[in-house]
Structures are given as C-alpha cells and as structure tokens.
C-alpha cells in the first residue's frame, strides 16, 4: 500500500455530534495512508457581513470559531492535537467555501457528513448541498451518514450505469481493491424485455469483471433482471439488499445535462443509502492519473476500455 494515494484530506466538521463520523471516517484514512488531515469549520455569514467594510466582525467569527473547533480537536485526540492535523476556520457560505477551496488547493480526498447540519446554525446541508459540491469536485467525494469503514474496507459495491463510460470506474474498482485487499462486486440492472447475455447490462459488466480481475481483485457481478422498472429503484433496492462495506459510483463528470436518470441515481444513493459513498470527481485526466499512480500497463488497460469496450 502506497501511501500518498490520499496524501491531503480536507473534512468539513459541524462541531457537533452528527459530525464526528466524517471525522472518524477521515482518522481511519490518516492511519491507512499516512495523510494529513484539515479540519475545516465554516462559520455562516451574519446579516449582511462584508469582509471589505466590516473585517474587524469576520476576525471576531473565525476567532471564536477556532476556539470551538480547537476544544473539538482536542477532545478526540485526548487533549494534544497531532502535527499532521490542521484546523481551519472560514466566515462564509458553506458549500461555496468548501467548493472554492476543493477547486484551488490540491487535496485529494474530501470527507463530507450527509447529516441535517454542517453548524450550530440555521444553514442546512442536506443531500443537495453534497450534491452541489460533488457536481464540481475535481477531486473524489467521500460522504457517510451514520456509518463509516471503522472495521476496514473487505467488500466494495460498484453500481453501474450502462448509460455512462466506466473507464474510471474500473481504474477505481482495482485501485481500492488493491488497496484494502477488497472484493468488488458489480451491480447492473436489466429493465427490458431482452435476453440476459445478449443485453448491454450484461456485455458491459462482463468486460469489466474480466478487466478487474486481470489486475488481480476479486470481482463478482450480478446483473438484477425487473421488467417494467426504472433502473434507478433497481439498483438502489438491489444494493440495500447486497452486503458491502462502502458503495463506488460515478459523480457527475460526464454529465452534459441536469436532472437526467444518471444525475437522479447518485442524487437517490446520497439520499437512501446509511453506508460510505465514495463518488468519483470530475474528469481529469491530470489528477486521476497522478493519484492512481499509474503504471505503463494501466495506462494501456484504460485506453482499452475507452476505445473498445464502451462504445456501444
């Protein structure tokens, strides 16, 4: 296991209790990759705060912000904060803070808590806050609700859109495979009325089973035949059913439009699943190669995928 896969986390923290399973969450990460942890608290705006005419009020926030987030700190590290873990305190609108600095500062992984609250305030973050900064994450998005990989990571969900190309999907199914010495399980759904192996679900999953388990991972599929449903309530009532310790899905890097069955099917995970979801961020090509840390042979492996296999 290399360590600098996950080399920078960033967690925003409510300072409240339903905010303490993003943070074990991303204490499970430090230890497994040797990561330096931010812990970010975002304090709202109050009224109409302007940090030009009113800099004096801002300093006033973030100062006994810190304060709150420092007691946090300290009282799960039992008194004495670790040097690599930071805090970082911010006046402003949470999501935009959080997607300003996703966007400008090079973390590799972000740890969100899908809970009511980011803060003691009236600003809520729900499912559509996470859907809003996934949407523009060039990074992986990580959320939990009430559950996290405390016990570690043996079985990862991969649901598969055949709507949408898998050539991350795949690099990331043996990526976290590897990693955690995991099994992977593919989960398609069949909706129309057609023969099992000459469908799409199946040709797709079949190839990308081949694929991952050239590279050495344990991978399983199973494709979920229901006529007459939409492949959505498929998937998501399939996955409740399948035992899996974090779920593996598409973000919405390849999203032309809004609101399309693809987009509603991540938005419906984030919203009914109690485990981890690790969702990809948006393409580049820059940064997927550089975190997966790819050798000649992987390289290959993607532009396999990409030219032959999912372009149908």
Same mark, same amino acid.
């Given at each position: 296991m290399k360590a600098n896969r996950f080399n920078r986390i960033l967690?925003?923290? =409510?300072?409240?209790?339903?905010?303490?399973?993003?943070?074990?969450?991303? !204490?499970?990460?430090? @230890?497994q990759f040797g990561a330096e942890v931010t812990l970010l608290h975002v304090v709202q705006k109050v009224g109409g705060l302007s940090n030009v005419f009113q800099p004096s009020l801002k300093n006033s926030l973030q100062g006994r912000g810190m304060v709150r987030l420092i007691r946090f700190a300290k009282t799960h590290f039992r008194g004495r904060i670790p040097e690599d873990v930071n805090l970082r305190v911010e006046v402003g609108n949470h999501v935009q803070i959080i997607k300003s600095i996703i966007d400008s500062e090079p973390f590799n992984l972000v740890i969100? *808590?899908?809970?009511?609250?980011?803060?003691?305030l009236a600003e809520r973050y729900n499912s559509n806050s996470v859907n809003q900064i996934i949407r523009a994450s060039r990074c992986p998005i990580m959320s939990v609700n009430d559950r996290w990989t405390g016990s570690g990571i043996r079985n990862v969900l991969v649901p598969v859109d055949t709507s949408r190309q898998s050539r991350d999907l795949v690099n990331w199914s043996i990526l976290l495979g590897k990693t955690f010495n995991a099994k992977i399980? !593919?989960?398609?759904?069949?909706?129309? *009325?057609?023969? !099992? @192996?000459?469908?799409?679900?199946?040709? $797709?999953? #079949?190839?990308?089973?081949? !694929?991952?388990?050239?590279?050495?991972? #344990?991978? =399983?599929?199973?494709?979920?035949? $229901?006529? =007459? *449903?939409?492949?959505?309530?498929?998937?998501?009532?399939?996955? @409740?059913k399948t035992q899996a310790d974090l779920l593996l899905v598409q973000g919405f890097q390849d999203l032309m439009?809004? *609101?399309s069955p693809s987009e509603r099917l991540l938005s419906d995970f984030l919203q009914s699943s109690s485990r981890p979801i690790f969702s990809l961020g948006v393409k580049d090509e820059g940064f997927v190669s550089n975190l997966l840390m790819m050798n000649s042979k992987q390289v290959v492996l993607s532009d396999?995928?990409?030219? @032959?296999?999912f372009k149908w």
């Open positions: 967690v925003p923290v =409510s300072l409240a209790v339903e905010s303490t399973t993003a943070f074990k969450q991303a !204490l499970f990460f430090r @230890k969100l *808590n899908r809970s009511n609250r980011i803060d003691g399980k !593919l989960l398609a759904a069949l909706t129309v *009325n057609i023969e !099992l @192996k000459r469908s799409l679900a199946y040709k $797709k999953t #079949q190839i990308m089973q081949h !694929l991952i388990e050239n590279e050495g991972v #344990q991978c =399983s599929v199973e494709v979920v035949e $229901k006529e =007459s *449903n939409t492949r959505s309530d498929v998937l998501i009532e399939s996955a @409740k439009f809004s *609101n396999r995928i990409s030219n @032959k296999a």
